[in-house]
């Protein structure tokens, strides 16, 4: 079947550590973004990717990084420098062209502990 | 200005009535508009895409688009328990593929 996986589903990071979080899409999509949501709020966008080797910085791009090697895989990388990352993040893909809706994985938990 | 602005509600409707959700936006070049819902701990899943003014029915769900007015709505008839979610209005602005979502209207179907 495809879709979008996202890992692990819960993670739990000490302070100063940096942690990737894990997505990979068998759907042939070009297009991947990652978005955060925290309690009662919307998605905001923290990076996104057309193609592979380019990636565009969201609205709240400080303090994390992402690298786009492979069309199938997407990983975003929470540094130390993200003062409060503890929220539910979300990985999504597109097919390219207009009017193309978003398939999502299931989402990451991080905790800050 | 936020780019989607949605209101938070809660939006509280007794069963079999008609939920009303609305969402504004920002980028008249916005070219592609979708509704999605989100049950509490889960990632969003799409209920309605519209790209052209006017309605567009899909069951028991209508989606609204005013491109002059910048204004995109859900409607929801004969709302269920089962409704009971946050539905997100998402925009993509025309020549990218930033997909800008509002905050979410958190909306309770009650027995």
């Known amino acids: 079947d495809g879709g979008i996986t996202q890992s692990p589903k819960y993670l739990f990071r000490k302070e100063g550590q940096n942690v990737t979080l894990s997505c990979e899409q068998n759907?042939?999509?070009?297009?991947m973004y990652w978005y955060r949501q925290d309690p009662g709020q919307g998605l905001r966008l923290i990076y996104y990717?057309?193609?592979?080797?380019?990636?565009q910085k969201g609205d709240i791009a400080e303090g994390y990084s992402v690298s786009r090697e492979k069309k199938e895989s997407f990983p975003l990388t929470v540094t130390s420098a993200q003062k409060n990352p503890t929220a539910f993040y979300l990985c999504?893909?597109?097919?390219?062209?207009?009017?193309?809706?978003?398939?999502f994985g299931q989402g990451t938990r991080l905790t800050v502990v | 200005q936020k780019e989607v602005e949605q209101n938070s509600g809660p939006l509280s409707v007794p069963e079999g009535a008609i939920a009303s959700l609305n969402c504004t936006y920002s980028?008249?070049?916005?070219?592609?508009f979708f509704w999605y819902r989100q049950y509490s701990g889960k990632s969003p899943e799409l209920i309605m895409s519209?790209?052209?003014?006017g309605d567009k029915e899909d069951g028991r769900f209508t989606a609204q688009l005013n491109k002059a007015s910048q204004y995109v709505s859900l409607l929801i008839r004969d709302s269920q328990p089962s409704d009971s979610a946050t539905y997100l209005c998402?925009?993509?602005?025309?020549?990218?593929?930033?997909?800008?979502f509002g905050t979410g209207t958190r909306l309770k179907v009650l027995a």
């Open positions: 519209i790209y052209s003014n």
């Open positions: 980028d008249r070049g916005s070219q592609s």
């Open positions: 998402a925009v993509n602005t025309a020549g990218t593929y930033k997909y800008i």
């Open positions: 999504a893909s597109t097919e390219t062209g207009r009017n193309t809706e978003a398939f």
């Open positions: 759907l042939n999509h070009d297009a």
């Open positions: 990717s057309q193609i592979v080797n380019d990636f």
